[in-house]
């Protein structure tokens, strides 16, 4: 018998019969699971921390004189270099995971979660997200620690000092935010959810990857991070968008920006 294509069946029994085309079922998109995303989700944080590392690395090249160990700290602490580091950071974002998600089958819109949300689950997003940073800034004040970071309070100097504190502004409160909410928030949060760790589990660990990312922070705004981790979470599951939680971050850091700005004037 002559062997055919697996797309053609014939009916060998009645050579009348015309052959039976069969097209194969196409294969239903599905996501990455636990582990391929955990896999890719360590491609895309090197992707990220490469992105922001290019442009550290390209002022020391441009740097005039020898290299020491003062001059790279001026060169990483400024908030030129800071501000283009977290910017830079976002397409590298968006090609690793662009490679992972094209795996899958699924629209990348789609599988990250990017459509809108409504109001009712902004309002939601916005006083949830006040009363868990509101509470973190009363226990800092009931403790007699500072409001803000002063590793905020240094960048926001050295910024002003460049003239590029419209530039920090795009980085912590647009850049950031996307590169961080694709990351934590969609694609990890996607496939850890589909896993065996569910959506209580998916919430936890992304929360725990954004706050690790975070390592410019001492132990207590880790805990406010990881804990304004889980609520963007939250609002991931209850509404379906990143993109809420995305503007939802944006507006956090934008509060967090002219808070900092508040406490430098202050102390100027």
Known sequence: MTDLPESRLV?????QSPPVLVTPAPREPRTLGFWWTSLWGIVIFIALFAGQLAVIVFFVW????????????QIAGSGLTLSLSVIMGLPAVLVAVYFAVRHTRTPFAEYLGLRWASWKYLALGIAGMIAVVMGWDLMSRAIGREAAPG?????LKTAQGDG??????????????ISEELFAR?????????????????IVLSSLVWTALHLQYDWYFFAEVFCLGLWFGTIRYLSHSTWLTIVLHGLNNLAATVQTMWLASGQS
């Not at 441009?62 to 700290?73: C, F, I, K, Q, V």
């Not at 590793?151 to 960048?155: G, I």
């Not at 590029?164 to 935010?177: E, G, K």
């Not at 949060?189 to 896993?195: I, K």
């Open 151 to 155: 590793f905020m309070l240094d960048v």
């Open 62 to 73: 441009r740097l005039e004189g020898p290299l020491s160990h003062g001059a790279l700290s």
């Open 186 to 202: 969609g694609f990890l949060y996607r496939g850890w959810s589909d896993s065996w760790l569910r959506v209580p589990g998916a």
């Open 11 to 15: 009916d060998s029994q009645d050579s």
């Open 164 to 177: 590029t504190v419209w530039l920090l502004v795009i980085a912590f409160c647009v850049a950031a935010p």
